[in-house]
């Protein structure tokens, strides 16, 4: 089995910033990337960005330009630095271990997601 453990979370005002955590543990060899995704209320869950084992990055349309994903491999941890946040950024966030082929992430297990919430 595998273990997500999400954090980071929280309300901020718009321009600020967050920095996202999914620590992973249990049988993870098998993937080979690691992934954000995100679910606004009353819209459907969408790709933030996603990392390879060996360090490539993969950003989509909402990700790219304001937001960075790294790991730690020896951690077994990802993380999603958020800056210049907008109100429409406001969704659960999910980390998600899978696999990739190309610019293609097929996710394989689900967080529990951590709300962030962007908001005077």
């Known amino acids: 089995q595998v273990q997500l453990v999400e954090s980071g979370g929280g309300l901020v005002q718009p321009g600020g910033s967050l920095r996202l955590s999914c620590a992973a543990s249990g049988s993870i060899s098998s993937f080979t990337a690691m992934g954000w995704y995100r679910q606004a209320p009353g819209k459907e869950r969408e790709l933030v960005a996603w990392i390879s084992n060996r360090g490539s990055t993969f950003y989509s349309d909402s990700g790219e330009g304001r937001f960075t994903i790294s790991r730690d491999n020896a951690q077994n941890t990802v993380y999603l630095q958020m800056k210049s946040l907008k109100p429409e950024d406001t969704a659960v966030y999910y980390c998600?271990?899978?696999?990739?082929?190309?610019?293609?992430?097929?996710?394989?297990?689900w967080g529990q997601g951590t709300q962030v919430t962007v908001s005077s």
């Open positions: 998600t271990p899978g696999t990739y082929s190309g610019r293609t992430y097929y996710p394989a297990k």
